[in-house]
């Protein structure tokens, strides 16, 4: 594997993957602060500040930022999510140096004008309002807070319409200051690019990062409930929820199995039982969130009103049946199907640099995909059924309901369907 590292002395990595056979590279810088890093007062910031990085710093305008990557056929994004936010390119390969300069200069040197402040509180209002007009992510929202109520990682990523507009420049730069620091932070690269000019270029650009800023966020603690939200919406849309495993668990890779034995595909035993033999849904799928301290195991599903109430105990017999039933069949196809997703991404620069630079901030180091495919082909289907009978043992499920789920089976119901 072509990956080179190194770490500068403010605690900034640089990680590149050289694919010589392409003729462009994407790259991106990426910090281990997002929603979850957030003060009360601060809801939604994380996000906001991505926003607000490509309005302009000293040496060129909002203007200037998007025509000089898009002149040489560039694309510029940036993406938050809850422990990590990122701000990528995709350029040819000549045009390297040019992504890198505006990258460092947006994070380094942004103003913050109080006149795009204004416009872009705007903006994410109505962003914000899109959001609580979507069923789907209304249900999210609902199932965080019942997951993880009154904590930072249960809030929504892109927090109210008052917090947002409370927003100040000083506000912006006080949390940057605490959390995009060199320890934090890691550019990365893939494609066509050459790791020495990279890392030139990331010495002269961020050579005034401080190189540690705020501690870590409290540790999540997995809670549960029921949250359920009324509505006329033609569906119902329903998650439930179990306490998952970590990054670093010993179970992460058995959750993430059980959750695509489950509800992965076409082929997963919830799509086959609920939609193919039952007709009871459009959609189903089974999922795992895997944090830093903590994790999610779900199962998410949407149907009509008369249908609401037949659907949860077919979802709760299923679960209850992979405890004893989980086949090595199964458990080799999810297997198969994750090996491949891992081989393809190879193909994709994009898809690289983002997996390098996650691997860094969650591992301190990037992992050799022959060591990946190595721990995944040490799951058995003993060890999913193991730790599908830990997960599904919990006697605080999470349960989120947005829409006509009036019919839908009972928190208690669902409690003694677990201990019976």
């Known amino acids: 594997m072509s990956v080179q590292s190194t770490r500068l002395d403010n605690g900034l990595t640089v990680l590149t993957h050289h694919m010589p056979h392409l003729e462009s590279a994407s790259l991106g810088v990426w910090v281990k602060a997002g929603s979850r890093w957030e003060r009360p007062e601060e809801h939604g910031i994380s996000h906001f500040l991505e926003h607000m990085a490509f309005k302009g710093t000293t040496t060129r305008t909002s203007r200037e930022i998007v025509e000089q990557i898009e002149r040489v056929g560039g694309e510029l994004n940036a993406a938050t999510s ?13 045009d390297v140096p040019l992504a890198a300069d505006i990258l460092s200069d947006i994070l380094r040197n942004s103003v913050f004008d109080a006149k795009e402040l204004a416009r872009e509180q705007h903006v994410i209002e109505q962003e914000i309002g899109a959001s609580l007009d979507d069923p789907n992510d209304q249900v999210l929202d609902l199932f965080q807070k019942a997951v993880f109520p009154d904590q930072a990682i249960g809030r929504t990523i892109l927090g109210t319409v008052e917090s947002v507009n409370s927003f ?63 509505s006329k919406h033609e569906q119902a849309h329903v998650i439930l929820g179990f306490e998952g495993r970590a990054y670093n668990s010993d179970g992460f890779y058995a959750a993430q199995i059980l959750a695509s034995v489950l509800g992965g595909g076409m082929s997963s035993r919830l799509f086959q039982e609920v939609r193919e033999k039952r007709g009871l849904c459009y959609s189903v ?20 009103e008369k249908e609401v109430g037949e659907l949860m105990p ?50 301190g180091r990037p992992i050799e995909m022959a ?39 009972s928190y208690g119901d669902i409690v003694k369907h677990f201990s019976a």
């Open 82 to 94: 809850i422990e990590h936010t990122g701000y990528f390119a995709r350029v040819l390969k000549d």
């Open 168 to 230: 100040g420049t000083e506000q912006i730069r006080a949390y940057m200051d605490r959390n995009y620091v060199g320890s934090r932070m890691v550019l990365s690269a893939a494609g066509n690019v050459d790791h020495g000019q990279l890392v030139d270029i990331a010495s002269n650009r961020f050579s005034g990062l401080k190189a540690e800023g705020d501690l870590a966020p409290v540790k999540a603690q997995y809670v549960g409930g029921d949250r359920r939200n009324t």
């Open 285 to 304: 799928y089974a999922f795992h969130w895997a944090f830093a301290d903590c994790g999610v195991f779900g199962v998410s599903a949407s149907t009509g």
């Open 314 to 363: 077919v979802i709760l017999d299923e679960l209850r049946a992979a405890v004893d039933t989980i086949t090595d069949e199964e458990v080799l196809r999810v297997r198969n199907q994750i090996r491949a997703s891992l081989l393809m991404s190879l193909e994709s620069p994009s898809a690289r640099a983002g997996q390098l630079a996650r691997q860094q901030i969650l591992w």
């Open 371 to 409: 060591e990946t495919i190595e721990r995944i082909n040490r799951i058995d289907a003993t060890r999913v059924k193991e730790i599908a009978s830990q997960i599904f043992a919990g006697d605080s499920p999470a349960l989120a309901g947005n829409g006509p789920v009036g019919n839908l089976l």
